[in-house]
Every structure is written in C-alpha cells, then in structure tokens.
C-alpha cells in the first residue's frame, strides 16, 4: 500500500543531543512538509521541500534541519539548538495543487 | 501573517443536535481543506473545497466555502459519539498549508 512512514513513533531525546525523525514515502510526491503540533494546538510549518535537493524555511525552523536527497526521503533532524522540542511531529506529501496533503502517522519527541 | 481562525475551539453538544464550526481566513485563496484527527493519531482528510461555493458532504457532515468572505463552514447534522475528534480547517497559500487551531468537539449519548 502506498503512504507516508515516519518512525520512530516515539522517540526520547536527552539535552544536548541531536536526533533525527524518518519520513519516507512511496506516492511519488513530489513535495514534502514537516509540522510541529503541541498540545491542544494546531499545526505549524517547519521545512518543506517542493523538489529534490531543494527545501524551503517555515515559519518555525529555528533548531531544525533537513535534506532532501531523494524524493522519497524527507528526514527531520532536531538539533539542541531546539530549546523545547518536546512536540507531536507529523510530516506530510503532497502530489500537487489542490490535491491535498497525504499525513504519515506521526513522531511524538519527548526531552528526558 | 497569514491567520486561519476557527470558532468555536471546544464544542460538547448532544446526539442528535445540530452545530457548525467556522473557519475564518486572512488571505485571498481559494482551497481550504478539512481534517479530522483522534487523539494521539495522524490527521485524515475529510473535504477538499477549490472554489467558491464548493459544498461537499460525507454522511452528517457538510462543508462549504466562500472565498469571498474568506469563511468555510463545517456543518454536523445530527450529532453521533463516533464524531467526537478534534477538527481542522487548514488554507493554501501557494502549496503550504496554515492550519487553524482545531475545534475539539465532544458528542455526549
């Protein structure tokens, strides 16, 4: 079947360490998204990237970083200069305008 | 700043009783989608809406959009529990989503 995998599901993180979050896809999406949520709250763009080795800042990318080196890999690493990256983390494909995005199951980030 | 406001953000109503839940935007576009999303799960897609006056329904529930108030209703006829979740309107704004905040809707037996 095809979809959106992201793993791990959920992932510990102690202070000072960088961790990085799997986002893979086999739609043949050309675009790709990172959304932080936290509690109660709505969704907030981190990365996206619209082509291969080509990938764009969202409104909240400070302590983040991507690559894009395949279309179907789009990982998330969160770097310590993330001060409160405890959060659900969902990444997303889309095949286009108007289409809609395809959301994979999530990454829930929790700091120890 | 694109802004994306949906009213009311918690919502507990009884079986069998009528709601809408409003999506106000801030920009000029004219896709506005909607999803659903169970606690501690993914978002899954409930409507697509691309022009004005889209209107599209699934079961009890009724979308709509009018681009030129910016403002998508989301209309639940004849609540059940199963539609307990929380929703979201989310806009395109040149192929990135904003996501309004969610409205946690609670439906009691």
């Known amino acids: 079947d095809g979809g959106i995998t992201q793993s791990p599901k959920y992932l510990f993180r102690k202070e000072g360490q960088n961790v990085t979050l799997s986002c893979e896809q086999n739609?043949?999406?050309?675009?790709m998204y990172w959304y932080r949520q936290d509690p109660g709250q709505g969704l907030r763009l981190i990365y996206y990237?619209?082509?291969?080795?080509?990938?764009q800042k969202g409104d909240i990318a400070e302590g983040y970083s991507v690559s894009r080196e395949k279309k179907e890999s789009f990982p998330l690493t969160v770097t310590s200069a993330q001060k409160n990256p405890t959060a659900f983390y969902l990444c997303?494909?889309?095949?286009?305008?108007?289409?809609?995005?395809?959301f994979g199951s999530g990454t829930r980030l929790t700091v120890v | 700043e694109l802004k994306v406001e949906q009213n009311p953000l918690f919502l507990s109503m009884q079986e069998g009783k009528n709601y809408t839940i409003y999506c106000n935007y801030s920009?000029?576009?004219?896709?506005l989608y909607w999803y659903r999303q169970d606690p501690g799960k993914s978002l899954e897609s409930l409507f697509v809406?691309?022009?004005?006056?889209a209107v599209k329904q699934e079961g009890r529930l009724m979308a709509s959009l009018d681009t030129k108030a910016r403002l998508s209703t989301l209309h639940i006829t004849a609540a059940v529990h199963d539609l307990s979740a929380t929703y979201f309107c989310?806009?395109?704004?040149?192929?990135?989503?904003?996501f309004g905040s969610g409205t946690k809707l609670n439906v009691k037996p």
């Open positions: 997303a494909g889309s095949r286009g305008e108007g289409y809609g995005y395809t």
């Open positions: 739609l043949n999406h050309d675009a």
């Open positions: 990237s619209q082509i291969v080795n080509d990938f």
């Open positions: 920009t000029t576009s004219d896709r």
């Open positions: 809406l691309l022009s004005n006056g």
């Open positions: 989310a806009v395109d704004n040149f192929n990135k989503f904003y």
